[in-house]
């Protein structure tokens, strides 16, 4: 089993300064271990990044709000976000991992508890593609919670599961920009299938993942033409986030300070940065305060 390293602990402060009620709309907390044990069939081992951390990153970074997106380490034991999303005191929420075997009344318990979407993994090296009985299955129950669906694919995928997204009865988000590579270049199918996607209204996409897109390496800048076509192709439909503590990213381990300042690259005009920062996640996560 493959031992990954923690994010950078030198996080510099960034130059562009969030607005009030910015939200990281993608991020994890893992374990710790000691408390929030691992799935014994996961593909990778993290080091412990617990609430308090994470909660320290976004202070530093002047990120007032958050969405924990459960990893694949901790399978569809969501113990580690709802405990997290608890001790936020409101400024947090969650997406789940769930199958199939999860009751009504344990999903009646996790949207108590914060969660408001649930996540599928088709990316090869995390395990492939799930179980698609069961993905139609959970995915049925989710218009009846209001909840939406996070799809974390490869890039070249989207153009094979285009038709299956354009057939979901709820809201889905698209991770990381569809993971597309950077070095592809806008015009690259896989890029196209996804701006294809964005024209309809239920699709959302989350601008972040930088360090994933790049092929340019740190700090990242080449991602930014991805990401400001997304943002300009369905403005109202698309969020952001650090991906931290950045699992499975190689040798691109960002610096958090350097993935704050291309926002401004992403969003040149603050009325886009407003919506793809605050308005947009308050709406999908309902965040009121």
Not at 107 to 113: P, S, V
Not at 136 to 146: A, D, I
Not at 158 to 182: K, N, Q, S, T, Y
Not at 240 to 264: A, F, S
């Amino acid at each position: 089993m493959k031992i990954i390293p923690g994010p950078n602990p030198d996080t510099r402060i960034p130059t562009f300064k969030m607005p009030p009620g910015a939200c990281d709309s993608h991020c994890h907390v893992f374990g710790p271990a000691a408390r929030f044990a691992f799935s014994d069939d996961r593909s990778y081992t993290p080091p412990d990044a617990p609430k308090e951390a994470l909660a320290a990153l976004h202070a530093r970074l002047g990120i007032s709000r958050a969405v924990i997106v459960q990893a694949s380490c901790h399978g569809t034991d969501n113990s580690a976000a709802i405990d997290a999303i608890a001790w936020s005191g409101g400024r947090w929420r969650g997406v789940a991992i769930v199958d199939d075997h999860v009751t009504d009344a344990e999903l009646a318990a996790l949207h108590e508890g914060g969660i408001r979407g649930v996540r599928f993994n088709f990316v090869e090296h995390l395990g492939g593609r799930p179980d698609m009985a069961v993905f139609n299955r959970v995915v049925s129950r989710l218009p009846g919670l209001g909840w939406h669906l996070v799809l974390h694919l490869d890039a070249r995928d989207i153009e094979e599961l285009a038709p299956m997204c354009r057939a979901l009865p709820v809201p889905f988000i698209i991770d990381h920009m569809g993971r597309v590579e950077a070095r592809g270049g806008l015009d690259q199918p896989a890029f196209r299938a996804l701006l294809g996607l964005m024209e309809l209204p239920n699709a959302w996409v989350k601008v972040c993942g930088s360090e994933r897109v790049s092929s340019a390496g740190a700090p990242f800048t080449d991602s930014a033409p991805f990401a400001e076509a997304l943002i300009r192709a369905a403005p109202e439909r698309v969020l952001w986030g650090t991906d931290w503590p950045h699992p499975n990213v190689g040798k691109n381990m960002p610096n958090d300070g350097d993935l704050v300042d291309l926002v401004p690259l992403f969003a040149p005009d603050a009325a886009l940065r407003q919506k793809l920062l605050v308005d947009n996640p308050a709406r999908l996560y309902d965040f009121t305060d």
